[in-house]
C-alpha cells in the first residue's frame, strides 16, 4: 500500500516561498504520476500541478504559473513544490496525490487513488 506524507507547510508572508515535500513508501514510486492538490476553507480541492514519472510532462494550474515549480527525485522517492511570490489567496492544505498514468485531466480528483494527510499554508501578513 503506498503511503504519501506532506511537510513543509507553514506560515509565511505575502511574496514569501516555500517548499513541500511529498515521500512516498511501499510502492514502485517512479511508476507513479503525483499530482498536489489544495483545498481552502469552503472551498472544493483544486489541482495545482502535476509531474509525470520520468518528469518529462507538468501540468500548472494558471493560478500558480510562473510562481510554483514542481519537482520529482526517483531515488529520494519524494516529489517538492516549491513555491514563491506567495499571495494570501494560496493559502490552503495542500496536499500530494498519485496515480498509475499520465495524461488527460490532471487535475480531476476523482482518477488519484492514494492520498496524502496534507499540509497546512498559511500566507499572511
Known amino acids: 500500500q503506498l503511503q504519501l506524507v506532506e511537510s513543509g507547510g507553514g506560515l509565511v508572508q505575502p511574496g514569501g516561498s516555500l517548499r513541500l515535500s511529498c515521500a512516498a513508501s511501499g510502492f514502485t514510486f517512479d511508476n507513479l504520476s503525483i499530482g498536489w492538490f489544495r483545498q481552502a476553507p469552503g472551498k472544493e480541492r483544486e489541482g495545482v500541478s502535476s509531474i509525470s514519472s520520468t518528469s518529462a510532462s507538468r501540468n500548472y494550474a494558471d493560478s500558480v504559473k510562473g510562481r510554483f515549480t514542481i519537482s520529482r527525485d526517483n531515488v529520494k522517492n519524494t516529489v517538492y513544490l516549491q513555491m514563491n511570490s506567495l499571495k494570501p489567496e494560496d493559502t490552503a492544505v495542500y496536499y500530494c496525490?498519485?496515480?498509475?498514468?499520465?495524461?488527460?485531466?490532471?487535475?480531476?480528483?476523482?482518477?488519484?487513488?492514494?492520498w496524502g494527510q496534507g499540509t497546512q499554508v498559511t500566507v499572511s501578513s
Open positions: 496525490a498519485a496515480r498509475h498514468f499520465w495524461g488527460t485531466s490532471w487535475s480531476d480528483t476523482r482518477l488519484y487513488i492514494y
